[in-house]
């Protein structure tokens, strides 16, 4: 297994996302050269991948930022293909992006996940990650 950060947009990379996103969400779009584009381009966004077998198999999404409290990492949009599912993929990706967020000085990692989502939410707990007494809101526009 690899995990590498997405520096450019190839076929193998786009060809992973319209695989991989509709198993996260089934009303998201999936993104097209120029969004994927602008995530790498992004400087608050390091796009980790995982690959298996030769095949892109996981993507992570870790958004860094200063606020005014200081650096804070998020991370977003965590799948492992479906066929790939058991073999510690979502672990390794998630590590590797808490290492990332350590690096860039983030003191905390956030992420959150539906309930729905048990396998996940398992694998977070077992990480290290403690569920938070927090309101997560949502403005939609």
Known sequence: MEIFEAKEVTDELEEAFRRLIPQLSSTAAVPGRKELQEMIDSPAVILLMARDEGR????????????????????EDVIVDESARGRGIGEAITHAAIERAREMGARTVDLSSRPAREAANRLYQRIGFELRNSNLYRYKL
């Open 56 to 75: 892109i198999v996981g993507s992570l999404s870790l958004v860094v930022f200063r606020n005014p409290t200081g650096v804070r990492a998020w991370i």
